[in-house]
């Protein structure tokens, strides 16, 4: 499974890259507001250099045109440029012409298989299924990642599943064990991935030892 970092934080996403285990970064309008800052060419690539691999970069056109055009502009930032656009009809039809043109595209807003099967078919790289919005009204996240999973096989589609709106460590786990392609997961849950009991007594038991044979 690929770990993607959901955040538009430099700190975080150089720190996530440090631990070694970090393949790339999504944004948001919101991730980026709370940086201060929209998206701009420079923040942008200063993030693509720090993590060497796919960042996407979400367009706030609305229309398809308009869609496209900012697509581009952001793809020609970087190549490690992913341009994220909304699930809607105009997303999906700019996902089909920036595709066409060889452009990565991350389907955002995402919540049924039947708009992950939209956007398999308009070519996305990534669909990213909200799995936390999706629990938070009730419904089951992990099974629309389930069901995409399956639709995908069922046809061979290429585009890969990136589960978003993660609120916890067991959301990770469920889209391991589901054979989602990615998770984005935020800076907050990466942290809480490492820590478990048995390994801070396990080590502090082990070094203790230590300590009473070095002394002799
Ligand atoms: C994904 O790319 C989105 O930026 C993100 O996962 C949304 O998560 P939220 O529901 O916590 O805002």
Not at 128 to 154: A, H, K, Q, W
Not at 196 to 210: I, V
Request: proline share 5%; aromatic share 6%.
């Amino acid at each position: 499974m690929k770990f993607f970092i959901d955040t538009a934080n430099l700190q975080e996403i150089r720190e996530a890259a440090a631990m070694g285990i970090l393949d790339g970064v999504t944004t948001n309008p919101s991730l980026m507001a709370k940086e201060g800052k929209p998206n701009n060419k420079e923040t942008i690539r200063e993030i693509c250099g720090v993590v060497g691999g796919p960042v996407s970069v979400e367009v706030v056109a609305i229309e398809p045109d308009a869609m496209i055009k900012e697509g581009e502009e952001y793809a020609g930032w970087d190549k490690h440029v992913v341009v994220k656009l909304p699930t809607t009809k105009a997303g999906v039809k700019a996902c089909k012409a920036l595709a066409d043109k060889g452009i990565k595209v991350n389907m955002t807003l995402c919540f049924s298989p039947n708009q992950a099967l939209l956007v398999a078919k308009a070519g996305a790289t990534y669909v990213s299924p909200f799995i936390g919005r999706l629990d938070d009204i009730s419904e089951n996240g992990m099974d629309v990642i389930r069901n995409i999973l399956t639709i995908y096989r069922n046809y061979n589609y290429q585009t890969q599943v990136l589960a978003a709106s993660i609120r916890h460590p067991m959301h990770v786990v469920d889209a391991a064990l589901a054979g989602a392609h990615v998770s984005t997961i935020p800076f907050k849950v990466l942290e809480m991935m490492f820590n478990h009991p048995l390994t801070d007594k396990g080590l502090a038991a082990f070094l203790k030892d230590y300590e009473k044979v070095r002394k002799g």
